[in-house]
């Protein structure tokens, strides 16, 4: 019953749109409601960075998986559009291949910040998540949080690239020179493991999972990580879409709420790898894209 009612919700929207009443896709009454060409095509595409456990393809199965990318699927699911059509790519290309239109919608587990609100528009957070650090075995540089980098100068930290650990790093005056950018989280490990870096940052979730599948004695999780008390911490992470497809983000919106409300948001979130509902869920009056979009987070 769930699933018809938003979908006699966007019925009527398009009805409205024919009539004058839509937002630019209908100007005129031309053009196909961006939902309705989804729903029609019975497939949306998807760009994904490699980052487990967000959203990343399995090396054996071929398969995409991820917390993010089951949301996403879940969430296109309730608006009708069955079939998800994966695209891999490097972690910077999401923002610009979903502003050329390469695909409908992006989703990694994306943090909401004001800098990519200017080039994306991001639907309300799907998850939140605190930050992690990953060093040598034995920790050698007593490494125990963002400020303990800032006061070696000689520590070298693997980040990749595009992502908000470098605003963070920063923030709490860890100096741009001790940066090495690298393409992947496979990458950062490799770094610190062959000690080209000596620490490597992410968010949680991300490099506990990647930690556990490199099954390494040369590295080691943080386990006493202090969580640095600065502006987008927590994260929360969001679908994305472009600049032009608002009435796409809204319904995705609706959709998104309906699964947070009923809980199947937060069974997907318990059922994924470094996830939790307790943790990581955001209540459907929680944060809002709106409040990060202006730099309202407290975290």
């Not at 409601?33 to 989804?38: I, N």
């Not at 999780?221 to 969001?238: K, L, N, R, W």
């Amino acid at each position: 019953m769930k699933k018809l009612s938003i979908l006699l919700t966007f019925a009527a929207a398009l009805v409205l749109s024919a009539c004058g009443g839509g937002g630019s896709d209908s100007e005129g009454g031309e053009g196909e409601s961006r939902v309705a060409e989804l729903q029609e095509a019975g497939t949306v595409n998807i760009g994904f960075a490699n980052e487990p456990p967000y959203a990343y393809e399995n090396s054996e199965t071929g398969e995409l998986e991820g917390a993010a990318i089951d949301i996403a699927t879940a969430v296109f699911e309730e608006m009708g559009v069955e079939n998800v059509e994966g695209h891999l790519t490097d972690w910077g290309e999401l923002i610009p291949g979903v502003q050329a239109g390469q695909y409908d919608v992006i989703t990694a587990g994306m943090a909401i910040q004001p800098d990519r609100c200017e080039n994306a528009l991001f639907a309300e957070p799907e998850m939140q998540y605190g930050e992690g650090l990953v060093v040598a075995a034995g920790n050698p540089h007593d490494i125990h949080s963002y400020a303990d980098i800032a006061e070696n100068p000689d520590v070298t930290v693997a980040l990749m690239e595009g992502t908000t650990q470098f605003e963070f790093l920063e923030s709490e005056g860890v100096d741009s020179g001790q940066f090495m950018s690298v393409a992947d989280i496979p990458g950062q490990l490799a770094a610190v493991q062959s000690g080209n870096a000596d620490v490597t940052a992410a968010t949680e979730a991300t490099l506990r999972a990647a930690y556990e599948s490199l099954g390494s004695d040369e590295v080691e999780i943080v386990e006493d990580f202090e969580q640095p008390d600065i502006e987008g911490i927590p994260s929360y992470g969001a679908a994305a879409f472009n600049m032009e497809d608002e009435e796409l983000r809204s319904a995705y919106n609706e959709a998104l709420n309906t699964l947070k409300e009923d809980g199947t948001i937060g069974e997907i979130l318990d059922d994924s790898q470094g996830f939790t509902a307790e943790n990581n869920s955001v209540e459907v009056d929680g944060m809002t894209a709106a409040e990060l979009c202006e730099g309202g987070s407290e975290g």
